[in-house]
């Protein structure tokens, strides 16, 4: 099995920022790409960034230019570095992983989420 565990949420006022931290942990022989989603009350999950193994980057439109996704490989570990945060920002924040077992069967795992509110 694979566990992923995001870190790093809270309550911020409109203009501040957060670091959100996310690792992926056990039967692992690599991880692929690894991504950060959100999901706010009433509406569907979004992709909000994502990453290669390679570092290549993606984000939402709604995101461009405030936030920033980052990786460690040896770790496991993506982060997300959010600026210049809105209220419309608030939502449970997802991590996702995937890339290939021990066994090189694929996975694809997420956390638990981590709950980011924007208020003042």
């Known amino acids: 099995q694979v566990q992923v565990v995001e870190s790093g949420g809270g309550l911020v006022q409109p203009g501040g920022s957060l670091r959100l931290s996310c690792t992926a942990a056990?039967?692992?022989?690599?991880?692929?790409?690894m991504g950060w989603y959100r999901q706010a009350p009433g509406k569907q999950r979004e992709l909000v960034a994502s990453i290669t193994s390679a570092g290549i980057t993606d984000y939402s439109d709604s995101v461009k230019g405030r936030f920033a996704i980052s990786r460690d490989n040896p770790k496991n570990t993506v982060y997300l570095q959010m600026n210049s945060l809105k209220p419309e920002d608030t939502a449970v924040y997802y991590c996702?992983?995937?890339?290939?077992?021990?066994?090189?069967?694929?996975?694809?795992?997420w956390g638990q989420g981590t709950q980011v509110t924007v208020s003042s």
């Open positions: 056990g039967n692992i022989f690599r991880v692929n790409d």
């Open positions: 996702n992983a995937d890339g290939l077992s021990v066994q090189l069967r694929p996975f694809s795992s």
